[in-house]
């Protein structure tokens, strides 16, 4: 496995993650974003000297009605179903590996449960659990489940579903994985698979749900930053295929 004492450091990860947590927690917190739009609805009938005031302040009205709509359970409901409305179904073909991502532990259980099932349905030989954090502790509860030390592995260095992606291609490619089960939230699947897909994996993708005790606030974050980093990674090239690296041989 990946040593963690030994994890590379990517400061710009890190701002990106607290980042994001920062500003979904602004947009979500109506005692800030309430004001200001009140404040954009009044403002022109204010200012003398500003023109089209009709416009401005419907134009902020309509924002006004947009956030509280955007803050319903239907539209975080709604917003999932855009980001999972064209991933292809688990068709239930074996493949060389299911492979877990890890995003925290109030969504650890669940996923854990799913790959012990997979794997006892002969789906893959072997169960790769990436996720900083998450990597060791899926390993070591998929064994509590029966499954045999050989047939799980795991790398604990990743914080983004980029580093998941080329970290598990580190481990997995030298061992001829090329075809995986991969399970993760509906909403971070189009992503993740996109991202697998450009570092050479045949993906099956194999979403599980959220867990019902997943609170509203956390299922909107999770929605709300698939669409930022869905944007991102093709900004970045994140998708396109790449060349498979040398050190995967090594």
Known sequence: MLDSSQCPTNLSTLYWTSLSWQIFNGLTNPALVLPILFILITLPWAIKSIRHKRRWSAGATGLLLIYLLAL?????????????????????????????????????QDRVNVAAQLWKAQRAPLIFASGMGDGEEI???????????????EESCSRTTGENALFTASKLYPRH????????????????????QGQGFDVISHPNPFPKQLSEKKRGFLVFREYLGLV??????????????????A
């Open 72 to 108: 319903s359970p239907q539209a975080i409901a709604v917003g999932n179903q855009v980001l999972v409305q064209n991933l292809p179904h688990d068709d239930g073909t074996s493949a060389d590996a299911i492979v877990v991502l890890g995003r925290g532990a109030e969504l650890r």
């Open 139 to 153: 390993a070591q509860r998929l064994q509590e489940q029966s499954i045999p030390q050989r047939a799980i592995d």
């Open 177 to 196: 994985v090329r075809r995986i089960i991969l399970v993760t939230d509906p909403p971070h699947m189009l992503r993740s698979a996109l991202t697998f």
């Open 232 to 249: 991102s990674y093709k900004l970045q090239g994140r998708f396109d295929a790449k060349n498979t690296p040398s050190a995967y041989h």
